[in-house]
């Protein structure tokens, strides 16, 4: 049973530049979350898609971006990328037939801006 | 809005002894309550969950939670703590699952706490 997996592992980006998260749910799974921790803090909400829609959004700016996938798997995109947005990004999958409610998270990519 | 507080930062604790982290949340409605660990440099595990029925559940790796609705927390315990245990505590509170195909299922964490073994 394939848990949640996130690409790439690690990335270096500089101030200004775009990047592109990738997340492949727990198997079976159709709703992906996805999360910033920055160091020595709790995860923070960025979004939730479910049917290919973002359902709900945290207080990110509009810089933060995703999007899901008819296989269910889910990509976040961050543009003009500040200093702060050097964090840890996690991802979460849930099933929306078993209620929604328990999200499984992947390992996360560490993002580093330079 | 909901909340979550983790009062205690940081936690040592000898190996053998027990150990309670401590949580507090504030939630309008049925709260549905989590704890995840979380090793250095990894993604969170789940423990455990309540959403109903007996406030005290069980969990993974040897850990139960207890629910008291009258002071709103949900504290995380276990009998004797290994050096395994070593790793970061997070409390969330997510929504009611009736809710959640309309609105989403945003989880609110705590600040976490750290939890040090000592040999």
């Known amino acids: 049973d394939a848990g949640v997996t996130q690409s790439p592992t690690h990335l270096i980006k500089t101030r200004g530049q775009q990047v592109t998260l990738r997340c492949s749910p727990k198997s079976g799974h159709d709703t992906v979350s996805w999360y910033q921790q920055a160091l020595g803090q709790g995860p923070q909400f960025i979004f939730q898609y479910y049917e290919e829609e973002e359902r709900q959004r945290g207080n990110f700016p509009d810089r933060f971006s995703g999007h899901q996938f008819p296989n269910y798997s889910s990509e976040l995109n961050v543009n003009a990328l500040l200093l702060g947005d050097s964090a840890l990004y996690l991802c979460a999958s849930s099933l929306e037939l078993a209620g929604g409610d328990t999200q499984y998270f992947g390992p996360g990519t560490r993002l580093t801006v330079l | ?119």
Request: aromatic share 12%; hydrophobic share 35%.
């Open chain 2, 1 to 119: 809005a909901q909340s979550v507080t983790q009062p205690d930062i940081h936690i040592t604790v000898s190996e053998g002894a027990s150990l309670e982290l401590r949580c507090n949340y504030s939630y309008g409605a049925t709260p549905y309550l989590f704890w995840y660990v979380q090793s250095p440099g990894q993604g969170l595990q789940l423990l455990l969950k309540y959403f109903s029925g007996d406030t005290l559940v069980q969990g993974i790796k040897g850990f139960e939670a207890e629910f008291k609705r009258s002071q709103s927390s949900f504290n995380l315990r276990k009998p004797s703590v290994h050096w395994s245990d070593a790793a970061e505590y997070f409390c969330a509170v997510g929504r009611d699952r009736r809710m959640i195909k309309a609105a989403g299922n945003k989880l609110t964490f705590g600040g976490g706490t750290r939890v040090l073994v000592k040999p």
